[in-house]
């Protein structure tokens, strides 16, 4: 071999190397496909992982094994269209003006209307577009982004979305999400068809999947519900127990497609639900449950996975929905705004080590918005839980529809340590420990 040959192969030898080192950093700079799981009324006790004896849910237990699971994680308000507008915005609702499902016939909002010429409720969904949303920040870093499910403001692109199936038809009134609904009910074909596009076109891509489910109308397939019928359980029970599994079911669909498509390992997903639920016998939610600033209105496991970036966890800590915006911009090089305030988690969770935070809070709003310009008009309880203590406060805007009105105005203190279902108030015995949560709060949001 003569000393030309050999150079010439010691070149192409460097240039492989170099070219492997430039793939590699490309591979590394590559935002990571995500996936945010959006369950809608269930309960934070209502999965095989977190315990529940008869609810069968494998494939989000899968889910829970394989990432770090919050099982601490919490929603800021216990109400589909403000909890998902948090998800969307990373703010909370008397932030971005979503503080309940509908607006209120009340004269503020009337006089709104008359001032603006507009009718009231395309006023409040007009808030979205003005707002930074994480599909439109994700957009600049080359993201593809589909929305299916519940999606209350307008059409999917009003919200930011290049691809979706709500569409926001003029005078339907523009609740909980027309065409979107149909996924998971009725199949996963939409999704899957936009996830195969979006691989095809080799573009990141984000999924909003936020399925009506376990949410009403409770009707499971027979075959699901036939597992949870027995003697002495009430036929509202059962059925919802069957519709939590068939819930996990399309979860199961959407993330086998993940691994079909090779896609599974450079895929970030997150898992949350928008509000807590605790069925009646007879039919419908009870008290401190939906709406509500009690464990099961406000509570939800939050799952992290992201292979390769993230080792498995069980964490301890406390963990609300604010966090997953910032968290899910900085995973995809999104320059987090300044204004979010919510926690990025990854340095932490990637570090292994605990959160710096120790509290978190939240706030409940009236059904109906009494004022679409002012939250105040519809608070109804704003919260605090630092470590395992939780303090509850109440107001007085009862003015829009409310199913179980608060008994009381005065603080209520929990210990969720030894209480986790809040059955012993505290307040009156530890006066010191209300003043010192309460100034928290207020701290918070004066």
């Known amino acids: 071999m003569n000393e030309r040959t050999t150079m010439k192969r010691s070149c192409c030898v460097a240039a492989i190397v170099i070219l492997g080192f430039v793939l590699a950093a490309q591979a590394a700079e590559s935002p990571p496909n995500i996936i945010l799981i959006i369950s809608d009324d269930q309960a934070w006790t209502d999965y095989g992982f977190m315990g529940h004896p008869e609810i069968r849910t494998p494939h989000i237990d899968q889910l829970a094994a394989q990432g770090v699971t919050f099982r601490r994680g919490y929603v800021p308000t216990a109400l589909c269209r403000p909890s998902l507008m948090t998800l969307a915005t990373g703010l909370y609702a008397h932030q971005n003006l979503i503080t309940g499902n509908d607006p209120a016939a009340t004269p503020e909002n009337q006089q709104h209307a008359v001032t603006s010429g507009k009718p009231v409720r395309e006023l409040l969904i007009s808030n979205i577009d003005t707002t930074p949303t994480l599909p439109r920040l994700l957009s600049s870093r080359g993201y593809l982004s589909f929305q299916c499910g519940k999606w209350w403001e307008g059409s999917f692109g009003r919200g930011g979305f290049t691809h979706g199936m709500t569409r926001g038809y003029p005078g339907k009134g523009g609740r909980h999400g027309d065409d979107g609904l149909a996924i998971g009910r009725s199949g996963m074909q939409p999704l899957n068809h936009f996830i195969d596009g979006a691989i095809e076109a080799d573009r ?77 016998p007879k039919g419908g939610y009870a008290p401190r449950s939906k709406r509500s600033p009690y464990e099961g209105g406000v509570r939800t496991p939050i799952i992290v996975r992201w292979p390769g970036q993230i080792k498995a966890a069980d964490r301890p800590e406390l ?41 978190i809070f939240g706030e409940s709003f009236a059904h109906d918005i009494a004022d679409i310009r002012n939250p105040r008009a519809s608070l109804i309880h704003r919260w605090v839980i630092r470590g395992h203590s939780k303090c509850v406060l109440t107001y007085d805007g009862r003015r829009g529809r409310m199913r179980y009105p608060p008994a009381g105005d005065q603080p209520q203190l929990f210990d969720l340590e030894m209480d986790p279902h809040e059955r012993v108030d505290l307040a009156s015995k530890r006066p010191e420990l209300v003043e010192e949560l309460t100034a928290l709060i207020r701290q918070w949001r004066p």
């Open 204 to 280: 990141p891509f984000f999924v909003w999947y936020a399925p009506f489910l376990p949410h009403t109308p409770h009707n499971p397939p027979p075959r699901l519900l036939a597992k949870y019928e027995k003697a002495g359980r009430p036929k509202a029970i059962a059925s919802y127990y069957a519709m939590c599994e068939w819930f996990d079911e399309t979860c199961g669909q959407l993330l086998d497609r993940l691994e079909k498509k090779g896609v599974a390992e450079r895929t970030l997903v997150i898992y949350v639900t928008d509000n807590g639920w605790i069925q009646k």
């Open 319 to 359: 963990c609300s929905s604010i966090d997953i915006v910032p968290t899910i911009l900085a995973a995809a090089g999104v320059e987090v705004p300044a204004r979010l305030p919510g926690l990025n988690l990854l340095p932490y969770l990637r570090r292994a080590e605990p959160l710096t935070r120790d509290r």
